[in-house]
Protein backbone atom coordinates (compact mmCIF):
# COMPACT_ATOMS: atom_id res chain seq x y z
CA UNK A 1 0.00 0.00 0.00
CA UNK A 2 1.43 3.74 -0.60
CA UNK A 3 0.13 6.84 1.67
CA UNK A 4 0.93 10.07 0.49
CA UNK A 5 1.57 13.05 2.13
CA UNK A 6 2.26 16.73 1.52
CA UNK A 7 5.86 17.63 1.01
CA UNK A 8 5.69 20.05 3.97
CA UNK A 9 4.57 17.15 6.32
CA UNK A 10 7.56 14.71 5.30
CA UNK A 11 9.27 15.87 9.03
CA UNK A 12 6.42 14.30 10.62
CA UNK A 13 8.17 10.50 8.73
CA UNK A 14 10.56 9.16 11.18
CA UNK A 15 12.68 5.84 10.61
CA UNK A 16 12.21 2.61 12.37
CA UNK A 17 15.61 2.37 13.87
CA UNK A 18 14.88 5.57 16.02
CA UNK A 19 11.68 2.62 17.63
CA UNK A 20 14.22 0.03 17.58
CA UNK A 21 13.48 -0.92 21.61
CA UNK A 22 9.85 0.08 21.21
CA UNK A 23 7.13 -2.84 20.71
CA UNK A 24 5.50 -1.32 17.24
CA UNK A 25 2.92 -2.94 15.21
CA UNK A 26 2.12 -1.42 12.01
CA UNK A 27 -1.14 -1.86 11.25
CA UNK A 28 -2.70 -2.18 7.58
CA UNK A 29 -4.48 1.39 6.31
CA UNK A 30 -7.73 -0.73 5.24
CA UNK A 31 -7.47 -3.16 8.55
CA UNK A 32 -10.23 -2.75 10.90
CA UNK A 33 -7.77 -2.32 13.62
CA UNK A 34 -6.35 0.96 11.96
CA UNK A 35 -9.98 2.18 11.82
CA UNK A 36 -10.83 1.41 14.97
CA UNK A 37 -7.42 3.43 16.31
CA UNK A 38 -9.10 6.27 13.92
CA UNK A 39 -12.28 6.65 15.20
CA UNK A 40 -11.26 6.25 19.04
CA UNK A 41 -8.75 9.24 18.11
CA UNK A 42 -11.26 11.14 16.20
CA UNK A 43 -14.03 10.73 19.21
CA UNK A 44 -11.30 12.11 21.59
CA UNK A 45 -10.45 14.83 19.84
CA UNK A 46 -14.12 15.86 19.27
CA UNK A 47 -14.35 15.38 23.04
CA UNK A 48 -11.57 17.74 24.34
CA UNK A 49 -12.49 20.44 21.36
CA UNK A 50 -15.96 19.90 23.35
CA UNK A 51 -14.41 20.66 27.04
CA UNK A 52 -12.45 23.29 25.80
CA UNK A 53 -15.51 24.91 24.30
CA UNK A 54 -17.26 24.99 27.48
CA UNK A 55 -14.14 26.18 29.31
CA UNK A 56 -13.51 29.21 27.23
CA UNK A 57 -17.68 29.87 27.02
CA UNK A 58 -17.73 29.82 30.99
CA UNK A 59 -14.58 31.95 32.07
CA UNK A 60 -16.21 34.34 28.89
CA UNK A 61 -19.23 34.58 31.64
CA UNK A 62 -17.26 34.77 34.79
CA UNK A 63 -16.45 38.27 36.97
CA UNK A 64 -14.52 39.03 39.84
CA UNK A 65 -13.87 41.93 41.79
CA UNK A 66 -10.81 44.08 40.55
CA UNK A 67 -7.58 44.21 42.31
CA UNK A 68 -6.94 46.76 44.69
CA UNK A 69 -5.17 49.24 43.33
CA UNK A 70 -1.00 49.68 44.03
CA UNK A 71 -0.27 51.54 47.25
CA UNK A 72 2.69 52.42 48.97
CA UNK A 73 4.42 48.96 49.70
CA UNK A 74 4.07 47.88 46.13
CA UNK A 75 6.06 51.19 45.17
CA UNK A 76 8.50 50.35 47.29
CA UNK A 77 8.80 46.67 46.09
CA UNK A 78 9.18 48.53 42.00
CA UNK A 79 12.36 50.82 44.04
CA UNK A 80 14.06 47.80 45.32
CA UNK A 81 14.44 46.70 42.16
CA UNK A 82 18.08 46.60 41.22
CA UNK A 83 18.31 47.29 37.68
CA UNK A 84 16.63 49.37 34.82
CA UNK A 85 13.12 48.05 33.72
CA UNK A 86 13.12 48.43 29.62
CA UNK A 87 10.13 50.30 27.91
CA UNK A 88 8.80 46.90 26.84
CA UNK A 89 8.78 45.78 30.68
CA UNK A 90 7.00 49.01 31.66
CA UNK A 91 4.52 48.36 29.10
CA UNK A 92 3.69 44.43 29.83
CA UNK A 93 3.31 45.89 33.52
CA UNK A 94 1.19 48.34 32.58
CA UNK A 95 -1.39 46.04 30.64
CA UNK A 96 -1.06 43.19 32.81
CA UNK A 97 -2.18 46.20 35.63
CA UNK A 98 -4.83 47.15 33.23
CA UNK A 99 -6.19 43.18 33.37
CA UNK A 100 -6.27 43.45 37.27
CA UNK A 101 -8.21 46.53 37.61
CA UNK A 102 -10.99 44.96 35.41
CA UNK A 103 -13.83 42.88 36.26
CA UNK A 104 -13.02 39.74 33.41
CA UNK A 105 -10.37 37.35 34.78
CA UNK A 106 -7.17 37.67 33.28
CA UNK A 107 -5.50 35.20 30.38
CA UNK A 108 -2.60 36.73 29.31
CA UNK A 109 0.57 35.51 27.23
CA UNK A 110 4.25 37.31 28.09
CA UNK A 111 6.49 36.12 25.62
CA UNK A 112 9.99 37.07 25.88
CA UNK A 113 13.56 35.47 25.54
CA UNK A 114 15.53 34.33 27.75
CA UNK A 115 16.91 36.92 30.24
CA UNK A 116 14.27 39.69 28.91
CA UNK A 117 12.63 40.12 32.13
CA UNK A 118 9.61 38.11 32.10
CA UNK A 119 10.14 36.55 35.67
CA UNK A 120 10.12 40.54 37.34
CA UNK A 121 6.77 41.68 35.34
CA UNK A 122 5.17 38.32 36.74
CA UNK A 123 6.36 39.34 40.61
CA UNK A 124 5.43 42.79 40.15
CA UNK A 125 1.68 40.96 38.97
CA UNK A 126 1.82 38.85 41.79
CA UNK A 127 2.73 41.64 44.06
CA UNK A 128 -0.25 43.35 43.67
CA UNK A 129 -2.74 40.30 43.58
CA UNK A 130 -0.81 39.16 46.93
CA UNK A 131 -1.58 43.22 48.60
CA UNK A 132 -5.19 42.56 47.43
CA UNK A 133 -5.49 39.17 49.99
CA UNK A 134 -4.96 36.52 47.28
CA UNK A 135 -2.20 33.71 47.08
CA UNK A 136 -0.26 32.89 44.02
CA UNK A 137 0.75 29.91 42.30
CA UNK A 138 3.74 29.09 40.31
CA UNK A 139 3.43 26.19 38.13
CA UNK A 140 6.83 25.34 36.15
CA UNK A 141 7.65 22.52 34.22
CA UNK A 142 10.98 21.02 35.80
CA UNK A 143 12.51 20.85 39.19
CA UNK A 144 15.34 22.26 38.53
CA UNK A 145 13.43 25.76 37.50
CA UNK A 146 11.53 25.61 40.36
CA UNK A 147 14.48 25.94 42.74
CA UNK A 148 15.36 28.78 40.85
CA UNK A 149 12.31 30.24 40.94
CA UNK A 150 12.31 29.50 44.74
CA UNK A 151 15.59 31.41 45.16
CA UNK A 152 14.69 34.28 43.01
CA UNK A 153 11.30 34.82 44.53
CA UNK A 154 12.71 34.65 47.89
CA UNK A 155 15.40 36.88 47.09
CA UNK A 156 13.42 39.60 45.00
CA UNK A 157 10.67 39.45 48.32
CA UNK A 158 13.01 39.86 50.86
CA UNK A 159 12.09 42.55 53.53
CA UNK A 160 8.24 42.19 52.49
CA UNK A 161 5.51 40.51 54.13
CA UNK A 162 5.12 37.41 51.62
CA UNK A 163 5.71 34.08 52.83
CA UNK A 164 6.96 31.75 49.76
CA UNK A 165 6.56 27.97 49.19
CA UNK A 166 8.04 25.22 47.44
CA UNK A 167 6.73 21.79 46.08
CA UNK A 168 9.39 19.67 44.46
CA UNK A 169 11.87 17.12 44.30
CA UNK A 170 13.88 18.43 46.72
CA UNK A 171 11.90 18.68 49.14
CA UNK A 172 11.22 15.99 51.40
CA UNK A 173 7.33 14.35 51.89
CA UNK A 174 7.08 15.84 55.59
CA UNK A 175 7.85 19.21 54.56
CA UNK A 176 6.05 19.19 51.36
CA UNK A 177 2.95 18.05 53.91
CA UNK A 178 3.31 20.82 55.66
CA UNK A 179 3.52 23.35 53.34
CA UNK A 180 0.42 22.66 51.48
CA UNK A 181 -1.41 22.26 54.87
CA UNK A 182 0.26 26.14 55.14
CA UNK A 183 -1.11 26.52 51.53
CA UNK A 184 -4.66 25.42 52.54
CA UNK A 185 -4.84 27.70 55.39
CA UNK A 186 -3.62 30.65 53.90
CA UNK A 187 -0.53 31.03 55.24
CA UNK A 188 1.55 30.48 52.32
CA UNK A 189 1.08 33.42 49.52
CA UNK A 190 3.15 32.58 46.66
CA UNK A 191 3.53 28.55 46.03
CA UNK A 192 6.03 27.18 43.37
CA UNK A 193 5.76 23.67 42.19
CA UNK A 194 5.82 21.39 39.12
CA UNK A 195 3.51 18.63 37.61
CA UNK A 196 2.77 17.68 41.45
CA UNK A 197 0.20 20.57 41.77
CA UNK A 198 -1.77 19.46 38.60
CA UNK A 199 -2.62 15.77 40.66
CA UNK A 200 -6.00 15.77 41.43
CA UNK A 201 -6.44 16.50 44.92
CA UNK A 202 -2.64 17.86 45.25
CA UNK A 203 -3.06 21.17 46.50
CA UNK A 204 -6.03 23.45 48.01
CA UNK A 205 -5.51 26.55 47.83
CA UNK A 206 -7.64 28.86 50.52
CA UNK A 207 -7.86 32.40 48.13
CA UNK A 208 -6.62 32.10 44.75
CA UNK A 209 -5.96 34.90 42.51
CA UNK A 210 -3.22 34.45 40.26
CA UNK A 211 -1.68 31.26 38.15
CA UNK A 212 1.55 31.69 36.73
CA UNK A 213 2.56 29.55 34.07
CA UNK A 214 5.91 29.18 33.66
CA UNK A 215 7.51 27.62 29.85
CA UNK A 216 3.89 26.83 29.22
CA UNK A 217 4.77 25.21 25.83
CA UNK A 218 6.41 22.30 28.17
CA UNK A 219 2.77 21.74 29.50
CA UNK A 220 -0.13 19.62 27.46
CA UNK A 221 -3.12 21.27 26.42
CA UNK A 222 -5.84 19.65 28.86
CA UNK A 223 -3.17 20.19 31.63
CA UNK A 224 -3.46 23.98 31.13
CA UNK A 225 -7.02 23.91 30.22
CA UNK A 226 -7.98 21.62 33.01
CA UNK A 227 -6.28 24.45 35.67
CA UNK A 228 -9.02 27.04 34.22
CA UNK A 229 -12.04 24.34 34.59
CA UNK A 230 -10.68 23.46 38.63
CA UNK A 231 -9.92 27.42 39.04
CA UNK A 232 -12.58 29.28 37.60
CA UNK A 233 -12.77 32.28 37.74
CA UNK A 234 -8.80 33.01 38.23
CA UNK A 235 -6.50 35.25 36.41
CA UNK A 236 -3.53 33.46 34.65
CA UNK A 237 -0.18 34.80 33.20
CA UNK A 238 1.75 32.39 30.96
CA UNK A 239 5.40 32.74 30.29
CA UNK A 240 7.38 31.98 27.18
CA UNK A 241 10.31 32.48 25.13
CA UNK A 242 8.80 29.93 22.31
CA UNK A 243 5.29 29.37 22.45
CA UNK A 244 3.24 26.79 20.79
CA UNK A 245 1.83 27.32 17.32
CA UNK A 246 -2.26 27.36 18.98
CA UNK A 247 -1.32 29.63 21.78
CA UNK A 248 0.34 31.79 19.98
CA UNK A 249 -2.94 31.77 17.13
CA UNK A 250 -4.95 32.22 20.37
CA UNK A 251 -3.51 34.93 21.32
CA UNK A 252 -3.26 37.03 17.89
CA UNK A 253 -6.54 36.55 17.23
CA UNK A 254 -7.94 37.84 20.78
CA UNK A 255 -9.08 35.07 22.07
CA UNK A 256 -5.79 35.87 24.94
CA UNK A 257 -4.32 38.67 25.60
CA UNK A 258 -0.57 39.30 24.52
CA UNK A 259 2.03 41.02 25.86
CA UNK A 260 6.02 40.78 23.97
CA UNK A 261 9.83 41.51 25.58
CA UNK A 262 11.80 42.10 22.32
CA UNK A 263 14.00 44.54 23.91
CA UNK A 264 17.06 42.94 25.96
CA UNK A 265 18.23 44.87 29.11
CA UNK A 266 20.70 47.11 28.87
CA UNK A 267 24.39 45.35 29.03
CA UNK A 268 22.83 41.64 28.99
CA UNK A 269 25.14 38.85 27.61
CA UNK A 270 24.19 36.34 24.74
CA UNK A 271 23.29 32.99 25.91
CA UNK A 272 25.57 30.51 25.26
CA UNK A 273 24.72 27.00 24.84
CA UNK A 274 27.42 24.07 24.96
CA UNK A 275 26.78 19.92 24.49
CA UNK A 276 29.44 17.95 25.67
CA UNK A 277 30.95 16.63 28.83
CA UNK A 278 32.27 19.22 31.91
CA UNK A 279 34.92 21.86 31.35
CA UNK A 280 36.10 24.01 33.76
CA UNK A 281 37.79 25.86 31.48
CA UNK A 282 34.75 27.09 29.62
CA UNK A 283 32.71 27.60 32.73
CA UNK A 284 35.57 30.48 33.86
CA UNK A 285 35.40 31.78 30.45
CA UNK A 286 31.82 32.20 30.14
CA UNK A 287 31.88 33.39 33.59
CA UNK A 288 34.56 36.54 32.77
Known amino acids: QRLLIPVLQSYKLTGLNEHENENITLDSLRSKAWKNKSRKTQEQAEAEAKILLEIYAKRELERRKPFDEPNEMYDEFIKAFPYNETSDQLKAVSEIMKDLSSNYPMDRLLVGDVGFGKTEVALRAAFRVINSG ?10 ILAQQHFTTFQSRLSGFPVKVGLVSRFVSSKEVKKILELTSAGQ ?3 LIGTHKLLQKGGVNFKRLGLLIIDEEHRFGV ?18 SATPIPRTLAMSLRGLRSISVLSTPPED ?3 VSTYAGGWNAAIIRSEER
Open 134 to 143: FQVCVLVPTT
Open 188 to 190: IDI
Open 222 to 239: MHKEGLKQNYGSVDILSL
Open 268 to 270: RLP
